[in-house]
C-alpha cells in the first residue's frame, strides 16, 4: 500500500503501554500480521517476536527495549513502540512517551489495572498522550470486563466507554459485538474475522449498552446531548465524532476487548486507533525556547526543521539515533544543529524502524518516527534543528536512580574496555549512572533497580565480551531534617594578600515534606545582602545539599531562610557568599536532628491462597507494612510496602516458598526514615 509521506493526517504515532505480562508485545505481533507487515505470528515464549529481539528479551521472556515498528492500515501509517513493562525500565518509557501522539493501554482482564499499569498511565498523563484502553486475555479463567473496567475506573479515575460486548466467556470467548454500528465481529480458529449481525440472545444486552454509551457521551460532549436531547438517542456517525473528541481532548477512554494471543478483536483495535487517535496535526504544535523566549513549531514539512532524540543505540554496524521529527524536513546529507551542544553533525543515512531491522529512506518529514546514522554526540533528549533556526524542545525527564553495584573486570587487562562499556551503556540509557566512589576508588554503577543493572552488566559481557565482578546491590539513602535550627551564625573570612574575601550570613534550617525537595528563600531587610549575593547564598546551599553530616548520602526535605547577613565594602564577592552559603548551611545541618532516609517500593505478590501465611510472615520479616489483601480467582494479591533494600532476592526467596506459582511486582513510592540499626551498616 503506498501512502503520502506529506500527507500527517494518515499518520499515527503511538506506544502500547502495560504492565509486565499484560500481553504488549502479543498485541504488537498481531497488529504486525493483521496489517500484512509479517507474514507469521511470532510468540513470546517461542522467542520469535519481531519487537523482542534482543537475546535477553528473548532469555527472560519479557520486554526490556522500546522498539519502533511501522505498519499500515487502511490508508494510514502506524509508527508504533512497544514499551517495556517492567518497573526497572520505566525510562524507557518516559522517553518513548514524550514523542508519541497516542497510545494503546493493554490490561489483564484477570488481574485489571496492576500496579504498572497504573505508573505508564500516569506517566502519560503527565505529558497528555490520548490512550485507548485495551482488555487482553478475555479467553483466560476469571476474565471479566466489567470487573476489568471498573478496576479502570476506579484506580485511574478516567471516564471509560465501553465500545464492546464479548461474545463467549474464557474458552468459549469467540469474538465481539460492536456497540456503534451494532455488528457481531467473530473470528475463527484460522483468525479470519466474520462480520454478521447481533446474535439473537445477546440483542437486548447490545441495545442497553448502546443506550448507555450514548448517554454516557451526551453527558461529556456539547454536540453530542444537543443531539441526545431532540432525538433521544445518537446517529453513528455523531458517536464516532463525539468518541474522537473524547478521546483527544483525554475526557474519556474508549474501552476494546479481545484475546491477542487467539488473534480476536486486533482489527478493531486498528480501527480504533485510526478513528479516535490524533495525527500529528491534531496535537498542539511542540513547544520549544530560543533563549528566553518561546516558540511554536507547527507540523508542517515546509517549517524550519525540529526533532528530539528518544534514544539512542550502539550497534555493530555503527550509531543509531532514534528521532521525533516535529516540524520540518531532513534528507540524507542535511547538517543539522544539536541545540544544546551548539554544534553542528551531518546525517549520513535516513531509516525507516522495524525493531532491529531497517529500509532506507531519502527523506523524512514532521510526523516521522526514524532513526539516522552520522550523528557522533547527540544524546537521548537532545534537540536537533536547522542551523539558521535553533530552538531547544523541552526533554523527558530522568529518574534518579536508586540502586548500585560496584563492578570491576575480572581481568585488570580489560579496566579500559570496561569503563569504555559503561560509557556506552550510559550514553544508550540515561538512566544509568556510572561514577567512581571518591573512597574506594571503586567503579559504581547505579540503575533503578536490581533487574535493570543485570541486565546492563549481561549487556556489557555479550556485545563487549567482558568478564565482571559485580559487588551487593546497595540502595541509594537520602537524609533530611528532623529538627531545624534558627539563627545559625556564620562568618566567612579570608585574608591572604592582595583582594580578600568576606561574607556574613545568618540561616534558619526547618524540615519539609521530602518530596518537596529544596527550598530557599530570603527574609532579609535593608539591603543588609544585595540581591545578587542572595543568589550566591541559594547557589551555596545547594552545592551543600550534595552530602549530609550523617553519611554523606544527599539532603533533601528542607527549606533554608537567609535571615540576615553583612558584607564588606571591598572583600564581599559572590563567591565569598557562595562560599559562606555552602559552608554555613553545612555546619547547620550538623546542628539539626538528621534523619536517614531509605527509598521503599510498593510490593504487589500474587500467591495460591495456600501460602499467604508464609508470604505475610516474610514479607514482616523484610520490614513490609502490609496495606491490603485480596482474594481473586483462587489466589491471593496482597499489596504492601517494603523498604527497597529488603527486596534484593526476593524473587528466589517467593519461588521457594509458593513452589514456583508465586509472582510480584515492585514500584518505587518514595523514601522513608531508616531504623538506626539499618541504616549505618548501609552506609
Given at each position: 500500500m503506498r501512502i503520502n509521506l506529506d500527507t500527517l493526517a494518515v499518520v499515527r504515532n503511538l506506544g502500547i503501554l502495560?504492565?509486565?505480562?499484560?500481553?504488549?508485545?502479543?498485541?504488537?505481533?498481531?497488529?504486525?500480521?493483521?496489517?500484512?507487515?509479517?507474514?507469521?505470528?511470532?510468540?513470546?515464549?517461542?522467542?520469535?517476536?519481531?519487537?523482542?529481539?534482543?537475546?535477553?528479551?528473548?532469555?527472560?521472556?519479557?520486554?526490556?527495549?522500546?522498539?519502533?515498528?511501522?505498519?499500515?492500515w487502511d490508508g494510514h501509517r502506524i509508527n508504533l513502540i512497544d514499551t517495556p513493562g517492567?518497573?526497572?525500565?520505566?525510562?524507557?518509557?518516559?522517553?518513548?512517551?514524550?514523542?508519541?501522539?497516542?497510545?494503546?493501554?493493554?490490561?489483564?482482564?484477570?488481574?485489571?489495572?496492576?500496579?504498572?499499569?497504573?505508573?505508564?498511565?500516569?506517566?502519560?498523563?503527565?505529558?497528555?498522550?490520548?490512550?485507548?484502553?485495551?482488555?487482553n486475555k478475555l479467553d483466560r479463567a476469571g476474565a471479566d470486563l466489567d470487573t476489568a473496567v471498573e478496576s479502570i475506573r476506579e484506580r485511574l479515575h478516567p471516564v471509560p466507554l465501553v465500545l464492546q460486548l464479548p461474545i463467549g466467556t474464557e474458552d468459549a470467548f469467540r469474538g465481539v459485538v460492536d456497540l456503534v454500528h451494532l455488528r457481531a465481529l467473530t473470528?475463527?480458529?484460522?483468525?479470519?474475522?466474520?462480520?454478521?449481525?447481533?446474535?439473537?440472545?445477546?440483542?437486548?444486552?447490545?441495545?442497553?449498552?448502546?443506550?448507555?454509551l450514548e448517554e454516557a457521551v451526551a453527558e461529556l460532549h456539547p454536540a453530542a446531548l444537543e443531539e441526545f436531547?431532540?432525538?433521544?438517542?445518537?446517529?453513528?456517525?455523531?458517536?464516532?465524532?463525539?468518541?474522537?473528541?473524547?478521546?483527544?481532548?483525554?475526557?474519556?477512554?474508549?474501552?476494546?476487548?479481545?484475546?491477542?494471543?487467539?488473534?480476536?478483536?486486533?482489527?478493531?483495535?486498528?480501527?480504533?486507533?485510526?478513528?479516535?487517535?490524533?495525527?500529528?496535526?491534531?496535537v498542539p504544535p511542540v513547544r520549544g525556547t530560543l533563549g528566553d523566549t518561546r516558540q511554536e513549531r507547527p507540523a508542517d514539512p515546509a517549517a524550519p526543521f525540529a526533532a528530539l532524540v528518544f534514544k539512542v543505540n550502539a550497534t555493530p554496524t555503527g550509531r543509531l539515533t532514534y528521532l521525533r521529527v516535529y516540524s520540518g524536513t531532513i534528507e540524507k546529507g542535511d547538517v543539522v544543529m544539536d541545540a544544546g551542544a551548539r554544534r553542528g553533525e551531518r546525517v549520513g543515512r535516513i531509516l525507516r524502524v522495524q525493531a532491529d531491522r531497517h529500509a532506507q529512506l531519502d527523506r523524512a518529514v514532521a510526523g516521522d518516527i526514524v532513526a539516522v546514522v552520522g550523528l557522533k554526540s547527540a544524546r537521548a533528549g537532545a534537540t536537533l534543528c536547522a542551523p539558521d533556526a535553533p530552538l531547544v524542545l523541552e526533554p523527558p525527564s530522568v529518574a534518579e536512580p536508586v540502586v548500585s553495584v560496584a563492578v570491576e573486570a575480572v581481568r585488570s587487562t580489560d579496566t579500559d574496555r570496561l569503563a569504555s562499556a559503561l560509557a556506552r551503556l550510559a550514553e544508550e540509557d540515561p538512566s544509568l549512572v556510572v561514577r567512581t566512589d571518591p573512597e574506594t576508588g571503586q567503579t559504581v554503577l547505579s540503575g533503578m533497580g536490581e533487574l535493570h543493572l543485570?541486565?546492563?552488566?549481561?549487556?556489557?559481557?555479550?556485545?563487549?565480551?567482558?568478564?565482571?565482578?559485580?559487588?551487593?546491590?546497595?540502595?541509594?539513602?537520602?537524609?533530611?531534617?528532623?529538627?531545624?535550627?534558627?539563627?545559625?551564625?556564620?562568618?566567612?573570612?579570608?585574608?591572604?594578600?592582595?583582594?580578600?574575601?568576606?561574607?556574613?550570613?545568618?540561616?534558619?534550617?526547618?524540615?519539609?515534606?521530602?518530596?518537596?525537595?529544596?527550598?530557599?528563600?530570603?527574609?532579609v531587610v535593608g539591603g543588609r545582602v544585595p540581591q545578587e549575593y542572595v543568589r550566591a547564598v541559594e547557589a551555596g546551599c545547594r552545592d551543600a545539599l550534595a552530602e549530609g553530616p550523617l553519611g554523606g548520602h544527599p539532603v533533601t526535605g528542607l527549606r533554608v531562610t537567609l535571615t540576615d547577613g553583612a558584607t564588606h565594602v571591598k572583600d564581599s564577592s559572590d563567591t565569598a557568599f557562595r562560599t559562606a552559603g555552602r559552608f554555613g548551611l553545612?555546619?547547620?545541618?550538623?546542628?539539626?536532628?538528621?534523619?536517614?532516609?531509605?527509598?521503599?517500593?510498593?510490593?504487589?505478590?500474587?500467591?495460591?491462597?495456600?501460602?499467604?501465611?508464609?508470604?505475610?510472615?516474610?514479607?514482616?520479616?523484610?520490614?513490609?507494612?502490609?496495606?491490603?489483601?485480596?482474594?481473586?480467582?483462587?489466589?491471593?494479591?496482597?499489596?504492601?510496602?517494603?523498604?527497597?533494600?529488603?527486596?534484593?532476592?526476593?524473587?528466589?526467596?517467593?519461588?521457594?516458598?509458593?513452589?514456583?506459582?508465586?509472582?510480584?511486582?515492585?514500584?518505587?513510592?518514595?523514601?522513608?526514615?531508616?531504623?538506626?540499626?539499618?541504616?549505618?551498616?548501609?552506609?
Open positions: 502495560a504492565h509486565v505480562d499484560a500481553g504488549k508485545t502479543t498485541v504488537t505481533e498481531r497488529i504486525l500480521y493483521a496489517t500484512g507487515t509479517t507474514h507469521r505470528r511470532g510468540e513470546v515464549h517461542d522467542g520469535t517476536t519481531v519487537t523482542d529481539f534482543d537475546p535477553q528479551e528473548r532469555d527472560r521472556g519479557i520486554t526490556i527495549f522500546a522498539a519502533a515498528v511501522s505498519c499500515a517492567h518497573v526497572d525500565f520505566a525510562d524507557e518509557v518516559e522517553r518513548a512517551l514524550r514523542v508519541l501522539d497516542g497510545a494503546v493501554a493493554v490490561f489483564d482482564a484477570v488481574a485489571g489495572v496492576e500496579p504498572q499499569s497504573e505508573s505508564v498511565w500516569r506517566q502519560a498523563d503527565r505529558y497528555g498522550v490520548p490512550r485507548i484502553a485495551f482488555v473470528w475463527t480458529d484460522s483468525g479470519d474475522m466474520v462480520v454478521a449481525d447481533v446474535p439473537e440472545d445477546l440483542r437486548e444486552e447490545a441495545r442497553r449498552r448502546r443506550r448507555l436531547c431532540m432525538r433521544s438517542t445518537l446517529d453513528t456517525r455523531t458517536l464516532v465524532d463525539a468518541l474522537r473528541d473524547l478521546t483527544r481532548t483525554g475526557d474519556a477512554v474508549v474501552v476494546l476487548c479481545g484475546s491477542a494471543y487467539r488473534n480476536r478483536g486486533i482489527e478493531p483495535l486498528l480501527d480504533a486507533v485510526v478513528a479516535y487517535l490524533p495525527s500529528p496535526l491534531d543485570e541486565v546492563a552488566l549481561e549487556k556489557a559481557r555479550r556485545d563487549h565480551g567482558l568478564d565482571v565482578n559485580a559487588g551487593r546491590p546497595r540502595v541509594a539513602h537520602r537524609e533530611t531534617v528532623g529538627r531545624g535550627v534558627s539563627g545559625h551564625v556564620f562568618r566567612h573570612v579570608k585574608q591572604d594578600g592582595g583582594a580578600g574575601q568576606f561574607a556574613h550570613v545568618v540561616l534558619d534550617v526547618e524540615p519539609l515534606d521530602v518530596d518537596a525537595g529544596f527550598e530557599f528563600r530570603s527574609a553545612r555546619e547547620a545541618l550538623r546542628a539539626c536532628a538528621m534523619v536517614v532516609l531509605e527509598p521503599v517500593a510498593e510490593v504487589t505478590v500474587t500467591v495460591p491462597d495456600a501460602a499467604v501465611g508464609g508470604v505475610l510472615g516474610d514479607l514482616a520479616a523484610r520490614r513490609g507494612r502490609v496495606s491490603g489483601s485480596v482474594t481473586r480467582a483462587g489466589s491471593a494479591v496482597v499489596t504492601a510496602t517494603v523498604p527497597l533494600a529488603e527486596l534484593f532476592g526476593y524473587a528466589t526467596r517467593l519461588r521457594s516458598r509458593t513452589q514456583g506459582r508465586g509472582t510480584f511486582t515492585a514500584r518505587p513510592t518514595g523514601y522513608a526514615p531508616a531504623p538506626a540499626t539499618v541504616a549505618p551498616a548501609q552506609r
